[in-house]
């Protein structure tokens, strides 16, 4: 009976090491994603080069999803075409058309070029700069290229295009590839035609669909929802000060993904349902209207793809709650361009900021609205390979509260968006005061040094425009 006991003993000891050393390896491979250097490969690129003004593609595959840049080079090294510009990849196989004319929109000059990519994984690594040589060559018709490439620039100014029947096979590739670049957004939307400046992102009344649950859903759909506690979504910047601080420690409701990965809204639960846009994961708040029966939710948000607001549904599998700070939580009033920080109900002071701009060609830059939580703090960080901030900290996927970009790390000289303080000037992080203000002290180090003690600190950004409102992309 003792040899039985030890050998009984003997196995369970066994057994345990062997589920230690299982669980060990388990925990180790994710590990190895955190730190793993992004790559990338040219797939498929313009073999015979491309004809000044008109459209080609190039493909590439990633090892990692992330955050690209790809650019067309000159002779002289410099960019003489951005296709790309920190572009979210979420697939390892991805496609990027792009016409053969400068960021001003004219006709690239016969050459060899080369192009130039390299990305940020979800995880924050950076991968090496891979490149390939390509070449424009002269327009067999030079005249229609020429038309094209004035429409494509009148299409981002906000311009309405008038197509001629003279203007050739190019034109009509244009109008091609411009229906399906925006397939989507038109599936959902019909923005009325509008004129204004092509370097700021242009706005227009939305069209919306019925929902089953008698609800508006979609692109610029009506803010009606009937709902007993809304929280945020019930509010507007000039709430009070008792109603905003019940929002900020309210329970929020965020999709069940990696804070640096995305979720997608649907425009209905059938098996033929559209995609409305994509939020990213925990950090972002969603208002769950209604969970339904059959395993989805309908719920609201504005999309990372412009900060549309949209109305749809997600998956309930798809979606975890998480408790926000009960102590300090931060607003954002994107009108007014300031950051207030609360502290225990009570309204502790206020700084200046500066939010995302978007444009024509990144609409993507405007700095979505709606309830977040501060998640990842990165400290310094390079800023778009223009300077590095100090103090950044994730409050939603690519966006981050951050110092005004310095020219150097850790460096004391600031970039042309110090003077921009209190304006939209960002590519959508929110750029924040170094000084401390008149108003409380707040700075980006003193938000940065409470947020090391008080984790999850939620954020409320409030927009500059009704939810009804939505971009007009030139894509």
Not at 404 to 414: E, H, S
Request: proline letters at 3%.
């Amino acid at each position: 009976m003792k040899h039985l006991r030890r050998i009984l003993a003997l196995l369970l000891c066994l057994i345990l090491v062997c589920t230690a050393s299982a669980a060990f390896a388990a925990t180790k491979t994710p590990g190895k994603t955190f730190t793993e250097v992004p790559t990338i490969k040219f797939t498929d690129t313009p073999s015979r080069g491309t004809e000044s003004g008109s459209m080609n593609n190039i493909e590439i595959s990633t090892s990692l999803p992330g955050f690209l840049n790809l650019y067309l080079l000159d002779a002289n090294g410099s960019i003489a075409l951005t296709i790309a510009d920190h572009q979210e990849i979420h697939s390892k196989a991805s496609r990027f058309d792009f016409y053969a004319v400068d960021d001003n929109g004219d006709l690239l000059s016969p050459g060899t070029y080369t192009i130039s990519a390299d990305m940020v994984s979800q995880f924050g690594v950076a991968s090496k700069v891979v490149t390939k040589e390509t070449k424009i060559v002269e327009s067999s018709d030079e005249e229609a290229a020429l038309k094209a490439a004035a429409a494509r620039k009148a299409a981002a100014a906000g311009t309405p295009i008038v197509q001629t029947s003279d203007a050739g096979a190019d034109t009509k590739q244009t109008a091609s590839a411009e229906s399906t670049d925006t397939a989507s957004a038109k599936a959902t939307a019909a923005p009325k035609a509008s004129s204004t400046s092509s370097d700021v992102m242009q706005y227009s009344e939305g069209t919306y669909a019925m929902g089953d649950e008698g609800l508006l859903i979609g692109v610029g759909v009506s803010d009606a929802a009937e709902q007993t506690d809304a929280g945020y979504w019930a509010l507007s910047a000039d709430a009070s000060d008792a109603e905003i601080w019940a929002a900020l420690t309210r329970t929020m409701t965020g999709a069940d993904v990696g804070e640096s990965e995305s979720a997608y809204i649907y425009d209905s639960p059938e098996s033929s349902r559209q995609k409305l846009g994509t939020v990213s994961g925990i950090s972002q708040g969603l208002n769950v209207i209604k969970k339904r029966d059959d395993g989805w939710s309908l719920v609201e948000a504005f999309r990372n793809e412009d900060g549309a607001f949209v109305r749809g549904y997600i998956k309930n599998d798809k979606l975890r709650t998480v408790e926000p700070n009960q102590n300090y939580g931060i607003v954002i009033d994107k009108a007014a361009q300031t950051l207030t920080i609360y502290k225990d109900g009570t309204r502790l002071g206020s700084c200046k900021v500066s939010t995302g701009l978007a444009t024509p060609k990144y609409p993507h830059r405007e700095t979505p609205a709606g309830e977040f939580i501060l998640v990842t703090r990165r400290g310094s960080f390079e800023y778009y390979g223009m300077g590095y901030t100090k103090y950044t900290i994730r409050f939603n996927g690519s966006y981050y509260l951050a110092e005004m970009p310095t020219t150097k790390k850790n460096g004391t000289t600031f970039l042309d968006v110090a003077d921009s303080l209190g304006t939209k000037a960002t590519r959508g992080t929110v750029c924040i005061a170094h000084d401390a203000s008149t108003d409380g002290g707040i700075n980006a180090e003193w938000i940065w040094n409470m947020t090391d003690e008080n984790k999850k600190v939620k954020v409320l950004i409030f927009d500059d425009k009704p939810r009804t409102d939505v971009p007009v992309s030139s894509k």
